[in-house]
C-alpha cells in the first residue's frame, strides 16, 4: 500500500506539471492525489468501485476547496491533479480494445463501468463545490445573541 501511496502521489504531482501548474503547487496536488487514492484503497475494499470513486472525489473536492483558499490559487489546480489516479482510462482502453477484438459484451460492460466511474468522479466534484460554498456561507452568517 506504501508502493501505491508513492506511486499516486508521484502521477499526481508530475500531472501537475503538464498541466502547467505552479511549481508551489506541485506539493498540495500530490497530497490531494495520494490521500484520495488511499481513501479509493480503504472505501473499495468495503463497497462497490463506483461509490469508493465518488467518496474519494469528494474527499479530493474538499481538500482542493481547503488548499485553494490557503494558497490563494484556483481550485482547479488541486482538483484536476488530484483526481488524476482515479481516472478510469485503462478500463476505457480496455473497453475500446475488446470493441476492436469484435467482443461486444465484455466491451460494453467496460465501456458502461469506466461511464459509471466517470460519473462519480464529476459527481463527487460538484457535491464538494456545494459543500464548500454552504459552508462559506454559514461561515459568513451574523452571529445572533
Known amino acids: 500500500m506504501i508502493l501505491q501511496l508513492i506511486t499516486s502521489f508521484i502521477a499526481a504531482s508530475t500531472f501537475c506539471i503538464l498541466f502547467n501548474a505552479p511549481v508551489r503547487a506541485l506539493l498540495q496536488c500530490g497530497f490531494a492525489g495520494m490521500i484520495g487514492w488511499m481513501l479509493y484503497l480503504l472505501l473499495d475494499y468495503s463497497s462497490d468501485t463506483v461509490v469508493a470513486t465518488f467518496g474519494a472525489t469528494v474527499v479530493i473536492g474538499l481538500i482542493s476547496q481547503f488548499f485553494a483558499r490557503s494558497f490563494k490559487m484556483p481550485v482547479i489546480i488541486f482538483s ?66
Open 80 to 145: 484536476v491533479g488530484g483526481i488524476i489516479p482515479l481516472v478510469p482510462g485503462g478500463l476505457a482502453y480496455d473497453a475500446m480494445r475488446r470493441f476492436v477484438e469484435n467482443d461486444n459484451n465484455l466491451g460494453i460492460q467496460y465501456g458502461v463501468q469506466a461511464l459509471l466511474l466517470s460519473g462519480a468522479i464529476a459527481a463527487g466534484l460538484v457535491l464538494s463545490e456545494v459543500l464548500g460554498q454552504m459552508f462559506l456561507r454559514i461561515k459568513k452568517l451574523p452571529k445572533q445573541p
